[in-house]
Each structure stands twice: as structure tokens, then as C-alpha cells.
């Protein structure tokens, strides 16, 4: 969790001095951006912690069918989450930027750029409630690299490469690039993980029949 919020520390300071150099306007934007993967991705923490002791304590309890369910479950909360945030952003993102600044130059790289930028939420908010089940089984550096993927493993390089490439859309794009990365890592690892622990993949288990003594 430290690391992970090193890592955005650090990411927003990147990308807040990228911003920077295309303007005044563009760096605006990027707040706004921030505040909006803010309100997006709290959503996704309270799932995530939600999830964990459930799925930690039925893993340790050997109920490992309960705490895939558990899982499974917050994952598919947290993907309709995303889905719902991707349309509002998208779909009311000249409304939304309107109330932040009603300028007409920061109006017309505002909304694009959260167009774009909204992209993202299909995939950090199951990644960051995915990340905490390697939290809740015990595996601590599994838990850590996962955390920390978008933000450190992904997300600064791409702030630093994208940017000097293709310009100011470069650094819309390496948001939600990011959050597919790390997303896709977040979930072939826990596939894996499932796998080797012979965890089912099911969103409901059957109850267990109790059969009637004679």
C-alpha cells in the first residue's frame, strides 16, 4: 500500500511537469483528471479491503471455493463500477469539465482528453480490487509488485515516454495503457494463482447437502 501510493506520489509529479510544458491549460486538466480517478477508484480500495479478510480468512479456513467466490464477485462489482464510471466520464465529459472551468481553451483540451483518459477505469478498478487477494492469501512480494504495477512499473515509464512522442495526447494515452498492463498482469497472475491453489472459478458454489440419517 506504501509503495503504491509512492508510486502515484511520484506518477502525478511526472505527469504534472509533463503537463506543464504544453501550458497552463494542460496542466488544469491533469487536476482534473486526478480528482477523477479519485472519485472512481475509491470505490475499487472499498471493495478491495472489503474482499480481503472474507477471502483471507476462508483461504486459511480451507474454504478455498468461498474465497474465490468472494473474489470473483468483488472483481465483477469493480468491472461494472468501471463500466458505469466510463460512461458517465465519456458521455458528460463536456459537462463535467464545465464545472471546473468554463474557458474555452482549457474546454477543448479538457474534454478529449477525459474522453480518452476514461478509457482507464474498465481496467484500474478491478486491478486494484484483484490486487488485494495476494494480500489476503499471505503473499507478500505477489502482493507488492501487483500494487505497485500501474504506478511504478507502468505508468512512469509511459509518462516519460509517450509525451516526448506523440506530444501532449501522449500523456492522455499512457493512463489508460497503463491500466490495461497492469490489469492484464493482475489477472494472468491470478489465474495462476487460482490454478495452483485449485481455486474455482465460479461467482456462486454450491451449498453442501446434508444427507438424512436413518
Excluded at 478509457?119 to 487477494?133: C, E
Excluded at 504506478?151 to 516519460?160: A, G, K, T, Y
Aim: with cysteine; hydrophobic share 55%.
Amino acid at each position: 500500500m506504501t509503495l503504491r501510493m509512492v508510486g502515484g506520489s511520484i506518477s502525478q509529479m511526472i505527469a504534472s511537469i509533463t503537463a506543464a510544458g504544453f501550458g497552463v491549460m494542460a496542466l488544469a486538466t491533469v487536476g482534473v483528471h486526478f480528482r477523477a480517478t479519485g472519485f472512481a477508484i475509491t470505490v475499487c480500495f472499498g471493495l478491495g479491503q472489503g474482499m480481503l479478510p472474507i477471502a483471507g480468512y476462508n483461504y486459511g479456513a480451507g474454504k478455498k471455493e468461498r474465497a474465490g467466490e468472494a473474489v470473483i464477485k468483488a472483481g465483477l462489482a469493480a468491472i461494472i463500477w468501471g463500466i458505469i464510471c466510463w460512461l458517465v466520464f465519456t458521455l458528460l465529459s463536456g459537462q463535467i469539465m464545465n464545472l471546473f472551468n468554463t474557458d474555452p481553451e482549457f474546454l477543448a483540451i479538457a474534454v478529449p482528453s477525459l474522453s480518452i483518459f476514461a478509457y482507464g477505469f474498465f481496467f484500474s478498478g478491478p486491478q486494484t480490487t484483484l490486487s488485494y487477494f495476494f494480500q489476503g492469501i499471505g503473499k507478500g512480494w505477489e502482493s507488492i509488485i501487483i500494487a505497485s504495477s500501474r504506478q511504478v512499473i507502468f505508468l512512469i515509464p509511459f509518462l516519460l515516454i509517450l509525451p516526448r512522442v506523440i506530444g501532449l495526447t501522449g500523456l492522455w494515452v499512457a493512463y489508460p495503457v497503463a491500466d490495461f498492463l497492469a490489469f492484464a498482469l493482475t489477472l494472468g497472475w491470478l489465474i495462476v494463482e487460482f490454478r495452483r491453489q485449485r481455486i474455482p472459478f465460479r461467482l456462486t458454489n454450491p451449498k453442501p447437502t446434508t444427507q438424512a440419517t436413518a
